[in-house]
């Protein structure tokens, strides 16, 4: 099964079995320490908020103007931050480390 490695807001690492073909967060969704995702996947709610380990980053599709905007609004933004719910995983993205975002 791929792996999606998961630090929790707790500090906590989870590696859990992700499914390939869904968006990151409706894997991260399905989890007690994961995303709320309120808006579904419609880029609107940055509930979805994670931060890529750096080695990753590059490998993920690139931004879409949309989520650009909604993520530099938030006073938790860094370089690394991305929205869950834009990112579909891929086998290529087995291995994938990734921190959930405070909540804003
Ligand atoms: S789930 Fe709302 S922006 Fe990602």
Same mark, same amino acid.
């Given at each position: 099964?791929?792996?999606?490695? &998961? &630090?929790?807001?707790? %500090?906590?690492? #989870?590696?859990?079995? =992700?499914?390939?073909?869904?968006?990151?967060?409706?894997?991260?969704?399905?989890?007690?320490? %994961?995303?709320?995702? /309120?808006? %579904? %996947?419609?880029?609107?709610? =940055?509930?979805? #908020?994670?931060? &890529?380990?750096?080695?990753?980053?590059?490998?993920?599709?690139?931004?879409? *103007?949309?989520?650009?905007?909604?993520?530099?609004?938030?006073? #938790?933004?860094?370089?690394? *931050?991305?929205?869950?719910?834009? &990112?579909?995983?891929?086998?290529?993205? *087995?291995?994938?480390?990734?921190? /959930? =975002?405070?909540?804003?």
């Amino acid at each position: 099964m791929p792996l999606l490695r &998961v &630090v929790d807001r707790d %500090g906590i690492e #989870h590696e859990i079995d =992700a499914k390939t073909g869904l968006k990151i967060m409706e894997n991260l969704r399905e989890l007690d320490y %994961g995303v709320a995702a /309120i808006c %579904g %996947g419609m880029c609107s709610c =940055a509930t979805c #908020h994670v931060y &890529v380990e750096d080695e990753w980053l590059e490998r993920l599709p690139p931004m879409m *103007s949309d989520e650009r905007e909604l993520l530099t609004e938030l006073s #938790h933004y860094e370089k690394n *931050s991305r929205l869950s719910c834009q &990112v579909e995983f891929t086998p290529e993205l *087995s291995g994938l480390r990734l921190r /959930i =975002a405070p909540d804003e």
